[in-house]
């Protein structure tokens, strides 16, 4: 939707007159200026005295956890620390939006991880709507309340992290949020609550919970989570979804194993 700014459109205005920042995957800091001195440089552009720019520096460098580094120089500083460098000098001056250009990329896991924690609590604490680009399908389910899966310059579904993972409306999305298993088949008997897939490539029929009415006949594709099936040497007590196949590989990921059927 349109944003507001005392009454003209958003769109009306310069980009560089816009109430938004960045934070870039590279960090970009200024490294001839302090730690202090990144944060107080966007300030004073924009017309806010130097006293006045230092106490609110401090203050966001309290609230990313870097009071004590101020007089030190960005190269001083670690990966984690100059993302949340980047962070607090894109807050300061309490833009509408904040545009995040996949700025976790160049950590390791574990940090990542962390920072994902830490952008969530700033978003919470600022009110600020973060914009958050990113490949990672996890990073962007954690981290967002909202998310837009694209292509080719083009949504193809946007909702809830658990509207487009559990319900993806094409073949697209769901092979791209998470991994699905994806097979083939036609429509041979449709309810309101549910739907019957005859998959001749697997010689079974599936039967899924859907409230969309999808008439008979119709090719779809029916998208398995791994998460969904459960493994068993003999047969199970019920009647429908038992696909019968041999192990021929096993992936360990620690918390997790990866069976290839």
Known sequence: GEILLEGAALQDLPPYK???????QSYALFPHLTVRQNITFGLEMKGIDRK?????????????????YGDRSPSQLS????????????LAPAPKVLLLDEP????????????QIELKRLQTETGITFVFVTHDQEE???????????????????GTPTEVYEYPESRLVANFIGSANMFEGRVSQSGPDHVVVTSKELGVEFNTEHTNSIIEGTKVWIAVRPEKITLSKTPLDVTTNQLKGVVVDI???????????
């Open 18 to 24: 816009r109430p938004i920042n960045t934070v870039f």
């Open 52 to 68: 006045q720019a230092n106490v609110r520096a401090d203050e966001m460098l309290e609230l990313v956890h870097l009071a004590q």
């Open 79 to 90: 990966g984690g620390q100059q993302q949340r460098l980047a962070l607090a000098r894109a």
């Open 104 to 115: 976790l990329s160049a950590l390791d896991l574990k940090l990542r991880t962390e920072m």
């Open 140 to 158: 962007a389910m954690t981290l967002s309340t909202r998310m837009a899966m694209m292509d080719a310059g083009k949504f193809q579904q946007i």
């Open 251 to 261: 992936g360990y990921h620690g918390k997790t194993s990866t069976y290839r059927i």
